[in-house]
């Protein structure tokens, strides 16, 4: 188990470090990016809803579905009225494959394993994001209207880190 925590911790330090190290992402890419992060947790958070076993977890799951679609429908709006297509770019190509890999682990697990599992990708994934939003996406972005959207869900994704910090400490009491 320690093992596959290490492998996620890699994959989600390798999306913040590729988010760093492109040039400076335009807003075509911020937009791909922030879409494909967004559906990345999505995707993990339907799975953890299904196959969950604490309800805490389960709870989580349906507001990572719920709180993430939202803001993907804000997004989506957002690139349409400014005519901007989202621009497929190596982070947020990163991030589907990382995604996938993720759900390919989780999938195999069962119980407390698979809460755990879940919970410390949220934690470690939040805090990539975050990460991302604050050195490269927010400062980078040149539309003021996508600016101010990155910088309006932000504290969303805080939210997020803590409370799945708050799980993750209350699954390893158990």
Excluded: C, W
Excluded at 18 to 25: E, G, K, M, S
Excluded at 57 to 69: L, N, P, R, S
């Amino acid at each position: 188990m320690k093992i596959a925590n290490i492998a996620v911790a890699s994959a989600m330090l390798f999306f913040a470090g590729t988010v760093l190290a492109q040039d400076a992402p335009n807003d075509a890419q911020i937009a791909s990016i922030v879409v494909t992060a967004n559906q990345v947790d999505i995707d993990a958070g339907k799975l953890a809803k299904s196959k969950a076993s604490a309800k805490d977890v389960k709870a989580f799951a349906q507001q990572m579905i719920t709180d993430h679609t939202g803001v993907n429908k804000s997004a989506s709006a957002l690139v349409k009225k400014l005519k901007v297509k989202p621009e497929d770019n190596p982070t947020s190509a990163s991030l589907k494959a990382d995604g996938k890999k993720n759900l390919g682990k989780l999938k195999g697990l069962r119980g407390a394993e698979f809460d755990s599992a879940y919970i410390d990708n949220e934690v470690t994934y939040h805090q990539a994001v975050i990460d991302a939003m604050d050195k490269t996406l927010i400062p980078n972005a040149k539309n003021e209207e996508l600016k101010s959207l990155l910088v309006k869900v932000r504290p969303a994704f805080v939210a997020h880190l803590e409370h799945a910090k708050q799980i993750q400490g209350s699954l390893g009491k158990k």
